[in-house]
């Protein structure tokens, strides 16, 4: 397997299931509406927020690249692809 289509096959593979995405979705607003009280604010808010953009990316896309590496999964239908 070239290491091009294991980039994609991460991509492609489902392994988010409903409540994990819930839940990673649900980060991003609460962080933001924190750094907007000021509850948050400097480095730390700015880390709170990347990682709630990253989150919410793996929430839409329905796959985890760190999941899939080590091999965990919370969706049912883990190992499908989805089609392009």
């Known amino acids: ?21 819930l839940i990673r979705a649900l980060f991003l607003p609460l962080t933001g509406w924190l750094v907007y009280q000021h509850v948050l604010s400097g480095p730390v808010a700015w880390l709170s927020l990347m990682v709630g953009f990253m989150l919410m990316l793996t929430a839409v896309m329905g796959s985890c690249s760190v999941y899939y590496f080590l091999g965990f999964s919370t969706c049912p239908i883990s190992g499908k692809e989805r089609k392009a």
């Open 1 to 21: 397997m070239t290491l091009q289509s294991r980039f994609l096959k991460t991509l492609t593979t489902r392994n988010v299931g409903r409540v994990d995405r």
